[in-house]
């Protein structure tokens, strides 16, 4: 199982905010760490793990922690301290026929995109709306599922859990953590 954590600043004792976050990928499946600058862009289209959508004129820079064969990430933090983790939720909603946008991608998009942690789960929930998510994810075996986030910045931190193209979000107090399956009513 996989779990992310969040620790907001009046749960540590120095003020900070701490995200943590395990993964269980495959064995041999390299995760690598990624730098990407900010970036203008001139209107092209952005290719996603899956899909080609709208790439946007500006993208901040961000660090990634990603499986080597996926564009998105397992987790992640941007220039302006936005930091976000996802996990896998198994649900027994019903596919859809087409991949949509992996969480992984979701997730850098929401980091590339946001300023503010409540600025991404926008994001996420937006392109989730309008893209869909699903696809492979898993590296040697078949693995389709939905997913959770904890999305946060200096001040405050989101529960955001999805099933298909429908989400829900509740802004955690103190702390959050999310694992393998739902947990807002």
């Known amino acids: 199982m996989c779990d992310t954590f969040v620790g907001l600043p009046e749960a540590t004792t120095d003020g900070s905010v701490i995200l943590g976050k395990n993964s269980d990928r495959e064995p041999n499946e390299a995760h690598e760490l990624l730098l990407v600058p900010a970036t203008d862009h001139a209107g092209t289209g952005l290719r996603a793990t899956y899909l080609e959508i709208p790439q946007v004129s500006h993208t901040h820079a961000v660090i990634l922690a990603k499986p080597y064969w996926i ?104 702390s959050a953590s999310i694992s393998n399956g739902l947990t807002l009513g």
């Open 71 to 174: 564009w998105g990430a397992e987790m992640g933090v941007n220039e302006h301290g936005v930091a976000i983790g996802n996990e896998a939720v198994f649900t027994k909603a019903k596919r859809e026929k087409q991949p949509g946008l992996l969480g992984m991608d979701l997730l850098r998009l929401g980091l590339e995109r946001a300023v503010t942690a409540e600025e991404a789960v926008t994001v996420i929930t937006d392109l989730l709306v309008e893209y869909g998510q699903g696809g492979q994810a898993g590296h040697t075996h078949k693995l389709v599922y939905d997913n959770s986030f904890i999305v946060s910045d200096r001040t405050q931190a989101w529960v955001l859990e999805t099933v298909g193209r429908d989400w829900a979000a509740q802004r955690g107090q103190g």
